[in-house]
């Protein structure tokens, strides 16, 4: 039995998916905005306060194992209700959200160890979803084109482990954009003027690898295509590539190169 903390995005239905074509037996804490999964008999809608209600429900369910997969928001700590295991790790939670929102992941990470409940990679059922080393597209980058990306990963290796920073642009061997808490396709939108500009999306330095995977799909590339980027520049089996198949296709009737670190 594994328990899923499922949020929005396409990557928690495709984890969920593939569980079901496994025959695994699961259930759902369905931490997205609008409770997608609430369709799903085996879905279960608890507010992050109540830690004491989801921890008994994973026991309940003799689970010694969870993951998380999709984007799991924020919560307005102001309306939550909590229960007594929430008075006591709450504090922790809001003291982590100061400093973002890989803070509270990594401190929702340590609630649970501390309850002897596993967190296993978000990519643990689905492997195929991370890329291996290499050129994935009939365009590759230039030497001066390499200049550029090695200045932009040599920045993230040294940026803060708790902070937005998953992705940049580079381009003329100079950092043109950062992401910030608005996410890729709003840096990437900032781009728009410095065409021909590469996007390098990695894990944050030190960031926990079970959850939180830098994530690309078809809609990157298109973002790109519209923005006149060049270029995408990933790291080996530390991202997230949805619609891996159409996304090369779109590359390469795009001339866009693919390249992964």
């Known amino acids: 039995m594994i328990g899923l903390f499922l949020g929005d995005t396409d990557f928690s239905n495709i984890v969920l998916n593939k569980i079901k074509r496994k025959k695994i037996e699961y259930f759902i ?3 997205s905005k609008s409770g997608k999964f609430k369709k799903d008999k085996n879905s279960h809608r608890i507010s992050i306060g109540r830690f004491g209600e989801i921890i008994d429900l994973i026991k309940r369910k003799k689970s010694n194992k969870v993951l998380f997969a999709g984007k799991i928001a924020k ?4 309306s939550l209700r909590l229960d007594l295991k929430g008075i006591y790790y709450m504090p922790s939670v809001i003291k982590a ?6 803070a509270i992941i990594k401190t929702i990470i340590k609630i649970l160890n ?3 409940i596993r967190v296993i ?3 643990y059922f689905n492997p195929e979803l991370a890329v291996k080393k290499g050129n994935l597209t009939k365009l590759k980058p230039s030497l001066y084109d390499n200049k550029s990306i090695n200045r932009g990963i040599k920045y993230l290796n040294k940026s803060n ?8 642009v580079v381009k003329d061997n100079k950092i043109i954009s950062k992401e910030d808490n608005w996410g890729t396709k709003k840096m990437l939108f900032q ?14 330095k030190k960031q926990d690898l079970r959850m939180d995977l830098p994530t690309i799909g078809l809609q990157t590339l298109k973002d790109c295509k ?3 980027l060049k270029g995408i520049v990933l790291k080996s089996k530390k991202n997230i590539f949805l619609n891996k198949i159409k996304c090369i296709k779109f590359a390469n009737e795009n001339k866009i190169f693919i390249s992964i670190r």
Request: aromatic fraction near 10%.
């Open 161 to 168: 482990s708790l902070d937005h920073v998953q992705a940049l």
């Open 121 to 123: 990679s978000s990519i």
């Open 114 to 116: 501390n309850e002897k």
């Open 29 to 31: 804490i369905d931490f």
């Open 191 to 204: 781009s728009k003027d410095n065409f021909g500009g590469i996007l390098i999306k990695y894990p944050k």
């Open 226 to 228: 519209k923005n006149g």
């Open 75 to 78: 919560p307005k700590f102001s």
């Open 97 to 102: 959200a100061k400093l973002g929102d890989a």
